[in-house]
C-alpha cells in the first residue's frame, strides 16, 4: 500500500494494490477517448445550457491540459493537495468568472492560460513539492485566468445556472481524470510516466504561448 | 417511527390520488398528474441543485441528522406557500433569494470540516423555503396547491434521504472529500450566476 492510500484509508487487499493505479489510469485514459456524440442542438433550455457548459472546458485543449495538470499535481503531493485543490480550485475559478461576467477586465488572460499550463506542467515534472500555500496560491493564481475566460461565456447561454453547473462538473472531472492518472506515481515506473505527462503538458503550453 | 412512516405514506397516496389538473407542460412526454409534479424538481436545475446541497447538508453533518433535514425542508416547503399568499412582493427577488442562499449553504457545506445540526438544518429549512417559493399548483385551488407541494417534497425526500443516509454511513475519507467537491461545484456555480444577476 502506498502513502497516497495510506492516507486515504484505501484498505485494499495484500496483494492487489500495485496494479491498482495502473489499471484505474488505463480505465481513465479509455473513457477519455470515448467518442462524443453530435448533438443537433445547443444552448436550448437547461439540458442545453448545462451541454454548452460542460463542453466549453472540453473544447479548449489549453484548458484541459491545465486542469488534467491540477489533478496530476494534486496526486503527486498527495494529501491534504489531492483534495484542498480540487475543492479550492472551483470556488477562485467562480470567482474569476464573476469578474468576466461583471466585465472586470483582466489583461492577457490567454497568455496566462497557456502561463498555467506551463507552470502547472513543470510542477510535475520536477516533482516539486512546495508547502500547500503556496500550491494553492499558484493554482489560485492560475483558475483566476480560466474562471475569466468561462464567464465572459457565460451571458450567451440559455440557461445562466446549468450552464456554470456544467462547466464546473467538466473542469472537476478533468481534475479527477488528472488525479487518478497521477495516483500511477504510487508505482516506481508511474512516477516517470505522470513526470514525462508534466513535461508534455509544459511543451504544449509553450505551443499555446507561440501561437 | 413506523407508524409516522405509515401516517405520512398514507397520506402522499391519498393527495397522489386526488384529481390531476391539467398540465400546462409536460416535462416526460406521457407522464402527467402527480408523477409530473414529482418530476419538476428534478428536471429544474436551481431546485434540483438547491435539493442535492440539501442532502449534502443533512449527510455531513454529523451526529447524523438526515430525518431532522427532511422535516426542515418540509416545514420549508409548507412556509413558502405562507410567504407566496402574503408576501407575494418576495417572488420579485425569488432569483437573487435563491442564488445567495444557495452559495452560503454550498459554501458551508464544502468548507467546514464538521457540520453541526445548529447550521445544518436552518440552512436546509432557507433551501426548502427558496424551494417552496417556486412551486405552485398548476391550477389555482389549495388542493392544486397541495399536491405540488407533497409531490416536491416527495422527490426531495427521495433525495436527502437516499444521498444523506449514504453519506452519514462510515465509509473511507475520500466520500466525505467527494462531497465536499460536490459542494463546492454548486457553490461555484452560484457565485457565477450571482454575478451574472447582479449585472443584469
Known amino acids: 500500500m502506498n502513502e497516497v492510500q495510506k492516507e486515504h484509508g484505501m484498505n485494499l487487499p495484500p496483494h492487489t494494490p500495485r496494479l491498482q493505479p495502473a489499471t484505474i489510469a488505463l480505465g481513465a485514459l479509455m473513457l477519455l477517448t470515448l467518442a462524443e456524440p453530435a448533438f443537433a442542438h445547443s444552448g436550448e433550455g437547461a439540458a442545453g445550457g448545462f451541454i454548452s457548459g460542460f463542453q466549453h472546458p472540453l473544447f479548449g485543449l489549453d484548458h484541459v491540459v491545465a486542469m488534467v495538470a491540477v489533478g496530476l499535481w494534486g496526486a503527486f503531493l498527495g494529501a491534504p493537495a489531492i483534495w484542498i485543490l480540487p475543492i479550492v480550485f472551483p470556488m477562485v475559478m467562480a470567482f474569476g468568472g464573476a469578474l468576466g461576467v461583471a466585465g472586470v477586465p483582466i489583461p492577457h488572460v490567454e497568455v496566462g492560460i497557456a502561463t498555467s499550463a506551463i507552470v502547472l506542467g513543470l510542477m510535475v515534472a520536477l516533482a516539486a513539492r512546495p508547502p500547500i500555500w503556496v500550491a494553492a496560491i499558484i493554482v489560485g493564481a492560475f483558475a483566476i485566468f480560466h474562471g475569466h475566460a468561462h464567464g465572459t461565456e457565460l451571458p450567451h447561454s440559455a440557461n445562466a445556472l446549468a450552464y456554470s453547473l456544467g462547466f464546473v462538473i467538466s473542469t472537476g472531472l478533468l481534475h479527477l481524470g488528472g488525479i487518478v492518472i497521477g495516483l500511477l506515481a504510487g508505482w516506481e515506473f508511474g512516477r516517470y510516466v505522470v513526470r514525462a505527462g508534466g513535461a508534455v503538458i509544459a511543451m504544449a503550453g509553450v505551443a499555446f504561448l507561440a501561437t | ?200
Open chain 2, 1 to 200: 417511527m413506523t407508524r409516522w412512516a405509515a401516517v405520512f405514506a398514507v397520506s402522499v397516496i391519498a393527495i397522489s390520488q386526488q384529481s390531476a389538473p391539467a398540465c400546462a407542460h409536460q416535462l416526460v412526454p406521457g407522464v402527467t398528474g402527480f408523477p409530473a409534479l414529482m418530476l419538476h424538481p428534478l428536471f429544474l436545475p436551481h431546485q434540483l441543485v438547491c435539493i442535492v446541497v440539501a442532502a449534502l447538508l443533512a449527510g455531513r453533518t454529523r451526529p447524523a441528522s438526515v430525518a431532522p433535514s427532511i422535516y426542515a425542508f418540509g416545514l420549508g416547503l409548507v412556509a413558502a406557500q405562507w410567504l407566496r399568499s402574503s408576501l407575494p412582493w418576495i417572488l420579485t427577488h425569488y432569483w437573487m433569494a435563491l442564488l445567495i442562499a444557495l452559495v452560503i449553504s454550498a459554501v458551508i457545506a464544502a468548507l467546514l470540516e464538521r457540520l453541526i445540526p445548529p447550521i445544518s438544518i436552518p440552512l436546509v429549512a432557507v433551501l426548502g423555503v427558496i424551494v417552496g417559493l417556486d412551486t405552485a399548483g398548476e391550477g389555482p385551488t389549495f388542493s392544486d396547491t397541495l399536491q405540488a407541494v407533497a409531490a416536491t417534497f416527495l422527490s426531495a425526500t427521495a433525495i436527502i434521504s437516499a444521498l444523506g443516509w449514504t453519506l452519514s454511513r462510515p465509509w473511507p475519507r475520500w466520500v466525505d472529500i467527494l462531497a465536499r467537491v460536490i459542494a463546492a461545484w454548486a457553490a461555484a456555480a452560484g457565485v457565477m450566476v450571482l454575478a451574472f444577476a447582479l449585472k443584469t
